[in-house]
Nanobody
Framework: QVQLVESGGGLVQAGDSLRLSCAAS????????VGWFRQAPGKLRELVSV?????YYAGSVKGRFTISRDNAKNTIYLQMNNLRPEDTAVYYC?????????????????WGQGTQVTVSS
């Protein structure tokens, strides 16, 4: 059974940093495209970053967030620097079996339960 478990969320001040982790129980993890999404209250879930054949970042986080993965540990990371109040959201990691970048959430096969990130001004 595939499981994705996020950790690392919390309450921080604007300008601070956080690193989110997502532990995946997936065989052949290295062949999966993985991504981070987020959903703020009252808003649709949006893509933050993807790691696959290439990397993708949403414009709002480019230059501040960095996605990485450790295939030996089956873990995905999201390093978030210079956090802003508008980054406040529940952050989800997701994985898709195909090795290809996709930007929409319906193309992902597995999801974590989410971790809350709150940035105060």
């Amino acid at each position: 059974q595939v499981q994705l478990v996020e950790s690392g969320g919390g309450l921080v001040q604007a300008g601070d940093s956080l690193r989110l982790s997502c532990a995946a129980s997936i065989r052949n993890f290295g062949s999966y495209t993985v991504g981070w999404f987020r959903q703020a209250p009252g808003k649709l879930r949006e893509l933050v970053s993807v790691s696959g054949p290439s990397l993708y970042y949403a414009g709002s986080v480019k230059g501040r967030f960095t996605i990485s993965r450790d295939n030996a540990k089956n873990t995905i990371y999201l390093q978030m620097n210079n956090l802003r109040p508008e980054d406040t959201a529940v952050y989800y990691c997701a994985a898709r079996r195909a090795w290809a970048i996709r930007l929409t959430d319906e193309t992902y096969d597995y999801w974590g339960q989410g971790t809350q990130v709150t940035v105060s001004s």
